[in-house]
Every structure is written in structure tokens, then in C-alpha cells.
């Protein structure tokens, strides 16, 4: 992961894969500029998780451009609503704005995993 420390990356690649052992969903994570369209790079980036996408969960974060997507898959959507994933959403851009990328992002994860298990 780019622009992250070893140890920041580390703590993100540990946050997901609690989220997906906690939740049973598939969570990707994408830092960086999208090639075009943020919604539609971020959908495509799901989309090439094939037969995992149903189940899956993708956080894109441009933090050059200031913006955050998130894109369930249609199974994942049931156990994530979008009120759900906008919520944490708000949560993690008012860490961006702090300063806290990586605060953000593993309160985020955490955050969204936990709702998953919850509904599940």
C-alpha cells in the first residue's frame, strides 16, 4: 500500500482480515487515485473479484481528491445496507479531516465488519 509504513500497511492488511473472518465477507481496500470515474473504478475493482463480488465489500479511498466509495456486493448489500456503510462513512471522513488516514480507515473496517456480523 503506497504512501502507508510497513506498520500502517500491516495494521490495514490485519484490519481486513478481521473484518472478513468477524463478518464472512470478502473486504478489498484501494488507496489511491481512481482511473476515472471514482464510483465507476470503484465498481469495476469489485467487479474483478468475480465469484467472490456477491459476498464482497471494496473501500476506495482518493485521498488526493478527497473522496471515499464504498461498494457492496448483492449479498454483502443484505448484511450492509447503504445507510449502514454511509454512517461509517461520515465516521471515517471526519478522521481524514483530522489528519488520521489510517485511524479512519481501520476504524472503518472494523466498523463495517462489525455491522456485518451483526446482521448476519
Given amino acids: 500500500m503506497r504512501g502507508l509504513s510497513t506498520a ?6 490485519k484490519a481486513l482480515r478481521a473484518a472478513e473472518r468477524r463478518s464472512g465477507l470478502r473486504f478489498g481496500l484501494f488507496l489511491g487515485p481512481p482511473a476515472g470515474g471514482r464510483r465507476h473504478f ?5 467487479a474483478a473479484l468475480a465469484d467472490e463480488a456477491p459476498d464482497a465489500v471494496v ?7 478527497r473522496a471515499l466509495e464504498i461498494v457492496t456486493g448483492e449479498r454483502a ?4 445496507p447503504d ?6 462513512a461520515m465516521s471515517m471522513a471526519t478522521a481524514f479531516g483530522a489528519g488520521d488516514l489510517v ?17 448476519s
Fill in 77 to 80: 448489500r443484505r448484511r450492509l
Fill in 103 to 119: 485511524g479512519g480507515l481501520l476504524y472503518g473496517i472494523a466498523a463495517l465488519g462489525e455491522q456485518a456480523a451483526v446482521r
Fill in 59 to 65: 473501500v476506495l479511498v482518493d485521498v488526493t481528491g
Fill in 8 to 13: 500502517q500497511a500491516d495494521d490495514l492488511r
Fill in 83 to 88: 445507510g449502514a456503510c454511509r454512517l461509517t
Fill in 42 to 46: 470503484a465498481e469495476r475493482l469489485h
